[in-house]
């Protein structure tokens, strides 16, 4: 991996652990639902760089994230971790599938795949 990769990865693992830190400031209707903001930018990521990135993106995020909120050895952080890496894994497999999709189905996929 190039350092110019490794410099990418790094500012958008940060963009999306402030999208993290802002949307956690937002008032939610049930204790543990979240809007998904910081999912943007692993959409991002995976867009123009790939799936490896992503998921790197995702586990930097989550884990950072979570030592952040303290959260880390709980059900919360475990919780987040498997909604984070679902996202990336189910548009990988769209594209496999499909080919190239649009933004608005692999926000729709993304927002299913955190459901579940």
């Not at 963009?15 to 692993?42: C, Q």
């Not at 790197?56 to 709980?74: A, D, E, K, N, Q």
Request: hydrophobic residues 50%; charged residues 10%.
């Amino acid at each position: 991996m190039l350092s110019q990769d490794k410099y990418r990865i790094a500012l958008l693992s940060a963009y999306a652990v402030g999208l993290h830190g802002l949307e956690s400031l937002l008032p939610s209707p049930v204790p543990w639902l979240k809007f998904g903001l910081a999912n943007i930018i692993t959409l991002i990521t995976l867009m123009l760089y790939g799936f490896r990135p992503a998921i790197m993106v995702t586990l930097i995020r989550v884990l950072i994230s979570s030592l952040f909120t303290g959260t880390f050895p709980g059900p919360a952080f475990l919780l987040s971790l498997g909604a984070g890496l679902s996202v990336p894994w189910q548009w990988q497999q769209l594209y496999l599938r499909f080919g190239d999709c649009s933004v608005r189905s692999d926000s729709v996929s993304s927002a299913h795949s955190s459901i579940i």
